[in-house]
Structure formats: C-alpha cells, structure tokens
C-alpha cells in the first residue's frame, strides 16, 4: 500500500512512517502542513501515486482544522482516493461530513498504539471501507435526544450499533463482541428495526445509514 503522511508533529510523523515501513507499506511522501500535503497529493486528473492518505486534523498554517479542510478538497481532486483523519481530539462534525463518500477513516490518534488495529482501519480505507472511532461514534450516541429511538436500545444493541458504524461486519461484530454470527444478525435487525433503517448487504451502506440517523438527531462539535 502506498500512503502519504500529513503530520505537523515530526516525532509523531516519523514514527507512523516507522510503523508503515515495518509493515511492509511504501510510504511515498511526508508533508507538516496542509500547503505542502496539498502539493504531494497533487491536482485533479493527476494520479496521485498512493493509495490513502493520513491526515492531521489540526496543521499549520492556522492549526485548527486545516488538516481537514485540505481532506475535502483532496476528496474532491480525488474521489477514489483513500482518507484517514487522524485527531487528538473528538470533532465529530469532520467525520460526519466526510464519510458519506467512502475510503474514509476517522482515528483518535491514542488509537495508533495499538498497531494491528490500526493498520486494520488503514487497510479497510483503502479498500474502500468507512471507518470511524468508537469514542467518536460513542459521541454521536450519547447527544442523542431521549425522544430518539437510540434511547430504546438495549446495552449490547448500542454496543453493536457502535460497531456497525465502525464498518465492522457481523462477523468482525461477532469476533469483537465474543457473540454467535446468528445472535449478532439478531441484534442489527433490532438495531435497524428500531431506527426506520432498511438492512443492506453493503457494510458502507450500512454504515452510512447508521449515521445519516445519527447526523439527523444530534448536533455534532
């Protein structure tokens, strides 16, 4: 896998290099602010030489969310391509926003300790999947209003909602969850029961009517 690095923090950003080199990835690019990740990336119609890029969220120049503004407009230079925003902190209306295309991923960063996870979430982006951090999706969850019917979910069909928007299959849902492959089937058609929301054998359908439910009873930060 061929991926492009944008990452201010220069320890933290030749250590995920680290990381991906030991795994066996080629890692074709560096860039410490959103100008320089805009150049390697380079335009539309211009193939970018990499398969996913991981982004900061907060860069220079302003170190607010100009990781994630220049996330938009590479996703609109280039569409096929694979973007996991990386975040020290929770702002869920990035992941909101983003993930409607698919080859998306949104991590905290604490998650990078636990490398075969995350190299996981990175494989599952470029393959086209939707990824998204259980805090974050945990957020979404708990802004819920009590009239939503979020609020009729038992414990474990959050636990399992959780986890559908993490673009998890059943079977990784089960795996995850220690639970049977058949009691984890009874427990999403709860789950989409409950929420209006059709089944569909496409995890990145599933995942984006999951939060297309979310999205529309919450209000993100």
């Known amino acids: 896998m061929r991926v492009i690095i944008g990452e201010d923090s220069a ?5 995920l290099a680290g990381l991906l080199l030991d795994a066996g990835h080629d890692v074709v690019a ?4 959103a100008a320089s990740l805009d150049d390697a990336v380079g335009p539309g119609g211009h193939d970018p030489g990499c398969d996913v ?5 907060r860069m220079p120049p302003d170190l607010l969310d100009d990781g994630a503004r220049a ?3 590479i996703r609109m230079r280039h569409p096929d391509l694979g973007i996991l925003l990386l975040s020290q902190h929770i702002e869920t209306r990035h992941s909101v926003e983003l993930v409607a295309a698919g080859r998306f991923g949104y991590l905290l960063k604490d998650r990078v300790l636990d490398v075969a996870e995350f190299l996981d ?3 599952r982006v470029a393959r ?6 259980p805090e974050v999706v945990g957020r979404l969850l708990s802004s819920s209003s009590r009239n939503d019917p979020v609020a009729t979910l038992t414990p474990r069909e959050r636990e399992v ?5 993490e673009g998890r299959t059943n079977t990784g849902i089960a795996k995850r969850l220690w639970l049977t492959p058949r009691t984890v089937e009874t427990h ?3 789950v989409l029961a409950k929420l209006g929301l059709t089944e569909s054998e496409d995890d990145h359908r599933r995942v984006l009517a999951v939060l297309a439910h979310l999205r529309s009873q919450s209000s993100p930060t």
Request: net charge negative.
């Open 188 to 190: 999403v058609s709860n």
């Open 128 to 133: 086209g999947g939707s990824v998204l951090d």
């Open 53 to 57: 890029v991981i982004i900061d969220i």
């Open 121 to 123: 979430s990175l494989d």
């Open 30 to 33: 560096k860039a410490a602010d």
């Open 161 to 165: 909602l959780a986890l559908m928007a």
């Open 11 to 15: 320890l933290f950003r030749e250590g």
């Open 71 to 73: 996330a938009r407009r």
